[in-house]
């Protein structure tokens, strides 16, 4: 059909400008880590004079860059991986088990997501101050456990309720256990919501800087964001270093979630019905 | 004697306290700053008083200034932070001082103090107390950069009058070369524009008259000066609504601009981006000839003892240093910051300008007298210079709009 | 009911609830011990008069009427009230709207879409930081790329942060950039938990793409629109990042871009260039914005549930 091949050649047209449109200003950030500030002001969307790598050397060299890296991969690992548990259960429990509270249960999750916990700054700040918890890693993923539960709660929920019944049904009078039933019958089936609550977590907690800053004071246990922060600090006008620490603090999750791009895309997939 | 007094202070606020925060050897005190660019100054400057004192290692943890505030509170209120702590002046201050976070600093402890002007006191002062509770570290003064070299190639005087001013913005603009640097994109910059060429249509008589209330921001004399700016918008950059300080910056440096009107505080900054800057620091023009040249004056900041540190001696015994000549002159020099300590040696050629111009000066009025109470002046005056700048208010709605909303606690307008 | 089976009975219902327990336990603990507690007594805060950085006394409802009734308070919050409505319908429009047309043209599976898939969704994992300082080079009044475009074919060169005509939608366009790729994916997921056959039958009885995506897609979507209303309109009303990257703490120009998010950080935290801390304001209106949040979204999560359930 000609009609067809035509639209198909126009959505795929507005597809291609689309996709200029998103990966443009990319490029421009990765360029302009190779600018001096001068050439960022006066001609910011040109190639850069030179493959100049002193702006990344610069950050490279005087900020403790692995440290700051591996701290946080550390801590965003962690807590995506316990929001993940925690969340899964207890959206299962609110999903597929109608009981007496469950309103209220999700309710309650869902209502931390209605104020910023920036607000609850100091009382947390004292919470793990009493725990013994200020000024480490653990105390951190705590509180971004905390701040990632409810999305993820409300998104696991809002999946796991829509998983047809009757699988369910089947296993139990086969007699599966409910935890058989939840770990090999219905969560395979969420993997796609799982997938979008663990990089929509993934994501502010590798570029949060407020809670690293007003908890940790250690520079070895610096996230890579909070490091950077101090480091563009001295530099605050210095736009071609600021362009390389925002790009090289971006790369890292940028290229993982490339290389993961495949098992991202089948996860969410995986749910189709073909 | 004194001592001895405050060694006991400092054991029982350590007994009261239980265990110091972080766990650092005893004669290990930190200092807590925004001004993550100074930290090698301050390591020198630090190095110094350890030479004299050498059980006393002092610690730095600088910190993001735009959330310095927080973090500082934040620690503050879980009785944490550092055992010095640099804190801003006036308002925010007293935020600080009024919830009992500060050590007061009694002039016997810190005989320092008498090293400091009136208004430099006044500026750390809790008003409600009358104690002093901060040390100043530095004035700033607000005025005209301008680049030597591109004034030289357009064939332009820095001007002295108003009206001189708006000539040499017409010559320089014919010659294709933007005149102001400044933008309105950034609140604060809007302030310190204006504050730069209305005080001199103010000047000292309009403050006074602001402090007994015979005059509010509606009077005639805030409001044509207001005015006045509005005639600079066709010598600031275009699109200057959209143009923030760090632009406004770089156009000043690279030469685009032939002036900026800022604070002393660049004096540092603007050198280190570009040293071969050949540029000069000017009191703003006159209303007219012969009329003096008011350059606005605020300090910055100073020096505190934080209430509950497990280090008081320590701790006082490094803001007595950084009360001293010794220490303002070294300060000064490393920082180029201009430091209130009476007998300072300033050498810097420039700086000493800056200091010269100082004594035709008055105070920046908003940060001196209106940020104690919400709303402050800062807030109200930024928010209607934008809009006034942008073409949707006018002079006597900015004015009218300050006098109503700092009305809610100045008593003199309350009358 | 025969005894045993009754006694049966409650020992199931009993192990059923240990295990709702179970499940629950963990989430909840730390969500009451990390979030519930905190912003409790965060909101206790609200009551109280502040003397600098301390509570001082008790002053009931004081803080609520100063930032509900009392100018200046009133007009700004009521200003911040207005653009996060603006913002909202704004981004259901413009980034969800398009994330749907997105969403379907990826579902043809063109050449090339598995790669899009990829592009579609990479500014999302992008800190707000780094998208504002871009956003803010790409509409720069002087270097900007937009402007320079728009000299090339003979229109002139505009603020567009610096006007206040512009600067709100200007922020609003950024953020669907940044954020657009997730709904389309969200969107994107469900769609292909539409069954085949359905489509292939509608389009047999000769629906067009308009036809099917209004009258067969959209319905059946329903639980993804559900999760991307709710995420939305809190994140609309919860907006700080953006604004406060393009056009800092006081909402610049004049307030043009001013929202409950930077109006209430300014408050709570004070902005070090022109106010001053204020925690009762500053929890005052947090609480407000908690309330209003709750009870409006409580009750579209009610209104598009029925709709769900409805299919």
Known sequence: MKGEWLKNGAIQALLLLNGFVMLYPLFVMVISAFKSNAEIFTSPFALPAGFDLTNAARVWNETSFVLYLGNSVIVTTASVAAILVCATMAAYAIARYPFRLSGAVFLFFLSGLMVPLKLAVIPLFIQLDGLGLIDTRAGLVLVYVAMGLPSAVFILTGFLRTLPGELEEAARIEGASELRIMLSVMLPLARPAMVIAAIQNAVPIWNDFFFPLVFITSDRLKTLPQGLSVFMGEYNTDWGVLFAGLTLAALPIMLVYIALSRQFIAGLTQGAIK | ?415 | MKPAASRRGAAAARRRGLWIGFLLAPALLVMTLFVAWPLASAFRYAFYAFNGLAASHFIGLENFRAVLFEPPYSAWTLRALAHNAIVFVALMLVQNGLAYLIAFALLKALPGHRVHQVIVFLPVVLSAVIVGFLWKLFLHPLFGLVNQALMAVGLAAHPWLGDGNTALGSIIFTNAWHWMGFPALIFLAAMQRVPREVMEAARIDGATDRALLGAIIWPLVAPATTIIFTLTFIGSFNWFELPYVMAGLDGSPGGATDVLGLYFYRTAFGSTSAGLQDFGHGSALAVLMFIFLAVVSGLALRVLRRREIEL
């Open chain 2, 1 to 415: 004697m004194i001592s001895a007094r405050i060694g006991k202070l400092a054991l029982a606020a350590t007994a009261a306290w239980g265990m110091a925060f972080s766990a650092a050897h005893a004669a290990d005190i930190t200092f807590w700053t925004w001004r993550q660019e100074d930290k090698a100054a301050y390591t020198e400057l630090f190095g110094d008083f350890t030479k004299a004192n050498p059980d006393i290692h002092v610690k730095i943890e600088a910190f993001d200034p735009a959330n310095y505030a927080t973090i500082l509170s934040t620690a503050l209120a879980a009785g944490h932070g550092g055992d010095v702590l640099h804190t801003r002046a006036y308002g925010a201050l007293e935020t600080f001082a009024k919830a009992g976070y500060l050590l007061a600093l009694d002039p016997k402890a810190v005989p320092e103090l008498a090293n400091l002007p009136a208004d430099a006191l006044a500026s750390e002062t809790l008003r409600a107390d009358g104690k002093v509770y901060s040390l100043s570290f530095a004035s700033q003064t607000l005025g005209v950069f301008i680049n030597k070299d591109v004034f030289a190639k357009a064939g332009v005087q820095p001007p002295a009058t108003w009206d001189a001013f708006l000539a040499a913005c017409k010559a320089l603009k014919a010659k294709g070369v933007i005149p102001l640097a400044n933008g309105t994109a950034t609140a604060w910059m809007d302030e310190v524009m204006a504050s730069v060429f209305i005080n001199p249509f103010l000047g000292p008589q309009f403050v006074a008259d602001i402090q007994s209330g015979k005059a509010s921001f509606e009077d005639k004399r805030y409001t044509a000066a207001l005015g006045r700016l509005l005639e600079l918008r066709d010598y600031m950059p275009p699109g200057f609504t959209g143009v923030d300080y760090a632009t406004s910056q770089q156009l000043f440096l690279t030469g685009r601009a032939a002036m900026f009107a800022g604070g002393s505080f660049e004096i540092a900054n603007f050198r280190k981006q570009n040293p071969k800057l050949n540029m000069d620091f000017i009191a703003p023009p006159a209303p007219s000839a012969g009329a003096p040249r008011y350059v606005s004056k605020f300090y910055d900041g100073g020096y505190a003892v934080n209430a509950k540190s497990a280090h008081q001696a320590d701790a006082l015994k490094l803001v007595r240093y950084m009360g001293t000549p010794a220490y303002g002159t070294k300060f000064a020099a490393l920082l180029g910051n201009i430091s209130p300590i009476k007998g300072v040696v300033i050498n810097d050629p420039l700086l000493a300008e800056v200091a010269k111009l100082n004594e035709t000066s008055m105070p920046y009025i908003m940060a001196v007298y209106f940020r104690f109470d919400s709303p402050t002046g800062s807030e109200l005056l930024q928010s209607g210079l934008q809009k006034m700048m942008g073409g949707s208010a006018t002079p006597e709605q900015v004015g009218a709009d300050i006098t109503k909303g700092v009305s809610r606690y100045y008593k003199p307008f309350q009358k």
